[in-house]
């Protein structure tokens, strides 16, 4: 695939998700690709749903247990940029708007899991978001990314996109995808809110400093407080 000229600006990555709520899985993801790339990493929360009940935790809730849970941590840092939106907030319209503050010239990332991997022939103008950006998929838990295994579309789409090469990131602004072969995390954020409702300790599966705030506002428990309220 042809690459522009080495790009002016350092890669940064966004690492979009729930966080519904962040847990050690998450981290241990983010703190791998801040390595592997030599990058900055954003956590950026997903706003409340416009037009349903908010499940789990509240947009201002997520976004303060990151802040908890990257307090300390060198190169991730919190991007509360999906929590200003008023509609269902596309992937596309996002890094539209990233293309805009940064510029079409520097090298931009997104991190997603395998599962979403494989989902993306699913997501609005798919194919577009090459152009806008490149992709480091971090593996699950028994999810094949082998190119003979991948749905049709997509596989024929990143066909001549794979790399191993973090330089390739770097010398174009998008259209490259990287696997991150990070250590592989048990649990999920499913999981995590069932302990808090069965009234399971939490020890070992998020930040104890999110921990603490999950009890302290009553998250996942039945009697969370709004988000509203805070």
Do not use: C
């Amino acid at each position: 695939m042809p690459e522009v000229a080495t790009a002016t600006a350092p890669l940064t990555v966004f690492y979009g998700g729930t966080f519904d709520p962040v847990h050690n899985g998450h981290l241990g993801v983010a703190r791998h690709a801040r390595d592997r790339l030599d990058a900055t990493i954003r956590l950026m929360p997903a706003a409340d749903p416009p037009h349903r009940d908010t499940p789990g935790a509240g947009a201002i809730h997520r976004a303060r247990m990151l802040d908890l849970a990257v307090a300390g941590e060198p190169r991730l840092k919190v991007d509360r940029r999906e929590l200003s939106r008023t509609t269902r907030s596309w992937t596309i319209d996002t890094l539209q708007g990233i293309r805009r503050e940064l510029g079409d010239a520097a090298p931009v990332a997104l991190l997603v899991g395998a599962d979403s991997l494989l989902g993306l022939p699913q997501w609005k103008d798919w194919q577009a978001l090459f152009e806008l950006s490149h992709f480091v998929v971090a593996e699950r838990p028994g999810i094949d990314l082998s190119p003979s295994v991948l749905p049709g579309p997509l596989a024929g789409w990143l066909d001549g996109r794979w790399t191993d090469s973090v330089a390739a990131l770097n010398r174009a602004p998008g259209g490259r995808v990287l696997r991150l072969r990070q250590p592989l995390h048990e649990g999920s954020a499913t999981a995590i809110r069932a302990r808090v409702a069965a009234g399971r300790p939490l020890a070992g599966l998020v930040p104890d400093a999110v921990a603490a705030y999950i009890a302290r506002h009553w998250l996942y428990a039945g009697g969370a407080a709004s988000s509203a309220s805070l």
